[in-house]
């Protein structure tokens, strides 16, 4: 039985030393890369691209890119804004109120916002020309009646995970390329809770859009870069293997 045991326990370590990864550095470097990346797309949905709820202006027009850099990544993830009826960041659900004033909640001011994402709707529907079949994980946020979640990764109360950081870590990834809408809030978000989390994060800028409201957008490139996020162009990744 000994015997048996040890030569079992040769074969394990004759097919560990096989392990081609630790003869082929660069290999090496490329597999590993493709397994603790992920890109994470945030919010491509209807009422975000031009005719929908809350547009974005030129929401659509980066759906080409993010299907191209999606190729690219082993591991994809989509976010999905994703409101019960009456939630909380509607405007509709704060009587005289108007969609882009504020409200005060428990959880801090909350920016109010047409109707948008209802879930199961139309707008609520990932952007039709998105073409990320390989992407393992949909994660949907803002289901909360009461707390919003611009983030992938936390609801607005800054208490509540939405899953995501222990998918990724679960997986393996420590790092995370963002891409989608808007830039200014959700994609945001997403990036400096990805670095709360730990992960390293790298927004794709031409590869996102934002809404730009009282100074928004200058604001969010700001606190990226202040928390550490890394603000990148495609050009950058475009073409690199991460699978
Ligand atoms: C978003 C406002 C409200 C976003 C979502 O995806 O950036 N913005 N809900
Ligand atoms: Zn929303």
Redesign the pocket.
Known sequence: MAVGQSVRGARAVQLLSKNHFKEDPIMNVSANRALTTALVV??V?ND?IPGGQ?A?PGGDEIVPLINRLGQSFRHVVL?Q?W?PAGHA?FASSHPGKQPFGTVQLPYGEQ?L?PD??LQGSHGAALHPALKLDHAKLIIRK?CNPDI???SAFMEADHQTPTGLTGYLKERGIDTVYLV????????M?SALDARLAGFNAFVVLDACRG?DREGSMAAAIRRMQEAGVQLIESSAIDGRPFA
Do not use: E, M, N
């Open positions: 945030i919010d949905q975000f809350l974005v976010a804004d409101h960041s920016t916002w948008h994402c803002g919003d979640s611009y989608g809408l808007a830039l200014d809030f959700c994609v978000f809404i």
